[in-house]
């Protein structure tokens, strides 16, 4: 008997029907039930050989379609028993789902192929591409430790064997996750090994951007900690360095950070233009790098002063953050959601998404937005009657911003602390005074002027509150000063 004439007796017992005819015919069980019935039937040895015939029959009738067909190609050499095989097309599979955006079957499919690659197994690029995809797709959205650990762990045991370029990718995404998590190459040895040995290996297989990648991290590096213009700098230069050489996410993301020192900085014109730019290598990418790209836009706005646009933004940032998966950019989008509120003095409106951002920076650390999160929180919790709240909040804020010199944390939780000490029943504006002074003094030698601008606005507030008349007035013709000199939109021209 002929295999249409079988298919056609199933189909008529109606326990099969056709799926399609174009492309090719296909046939699907017409109930779960049927077809459980059906494998069960079957002899767990005959089950096996079934199994690693059909992987077999795919490769064999369809050499063209392999990254197409690799998760059910690896799905069948795994239920056939043959993990090394399974491991490969698993492999294949996410960087296959990588390409379409499938970011959550990416992780799973890299995750699984080092679950099934055996101890001895010698392909150690197979097990360095499984642990880089693992980084590069799921950094957004799954622990960082997780990551972190699975690189290194590849690297131990075979960074001396393995493909050179590959090798050279795994040490970015080490420093790269180490960053994020807050560490410093000055504090922490293994960030500062990861970025020597990107360098290395990079200059080793004469890559053009070898010497960008050390320049960037330090540039990223010298942002967080308030040194903008060197951080500008080199973000810059590392950037020139990287275009055209490096894979459009990694550009993305750090053309953000370019934009956003800009921005801090009050050059909004080169920030614009870093955004113009980063726009379309960003749409080379994927939607992760495309809602980075509108996080730093969003970032922009709120430091010029177009606030509710850049809260409209945040909040469309922070959904698609949702929608995606996207844990990273929810911790970014969220923070920024809740500055812009808070600008807005809507405490209510900001507390809830300042907590999300945190609530989510427990899974990916986003260290320099989880303290700047947890600074503004205060200040929504203070603002709300919750006033030890807003103190716990805060102590902790300044505590992180300590542990990792981040001095823009630093300044921006003393600034809101300081504005919200002067908005309460009772203001205390010599408390808030005080924290002004300080928030002042970092942003001054950060040449943070926006908020520099901003904060001598509030400073005026409190010095006529304490009856220093002529003290607020000399304030406010600088704070006023400052903001035409950069644009500021949020001031009135009077």
Known sequence: MSANADLGTLEASGLIQVAAVQPELEYLFRHALVQDAAYSSLLKQDRRSLHQLAAETLLAIYPDRQRELAAVIAMHFEQAGDSARAAEHLVVAGEHAVERFATREAVSSFARALELLPADDSRVDLRMRAAIGIARAGWTFTGLGGAIDALERVLATGGDKADRRLVADAYFWVAFLRRMRGETPEKNPEMRHALEQAEVVGAEIGDPAAHAIPKAFMGAGAMFNGELRKGAQLLSEALEEMLGTSDPLSTALLSGLLAMTYARLGDFAAAESVLARSRFIAEQGDEIARLDQMIARSD???????????????????????????????????????????????????????????ELSLVTYMAAMRTVGKGLLGSAKARLGDVPGGEASWDAALADAHGMDDRYGEAQTRWARGRTRMRQVEPDYAAGLGDLDAALALFDTMEARPASARVHRDRAQALRALGRTEDAAAEERRSRGLAADIGLKDFSAG
């Not at 606030?307 to 959904?319: H, K, R, T, V």
């Not at 500055?339 to 907590?355: C, F, N, T, V, Y």
């Open 300 to 358: 922009l706005l709120l430091e010029r002063g177009d606030i509710e646009e850049g809260s409209a933004l945040a909040f469309e940032c922070a959904a698609s953050s949702e929608e995606l998966g996207a844990v990273a950019c929810g911790v970014a989008s969220n923070v920024l959601l809740g500055q812009a509120r808070l600008i807005l003095e809507d405490a209510s409106g900001a507390k809830a998404p300042l907590e999300r951002g945190l």
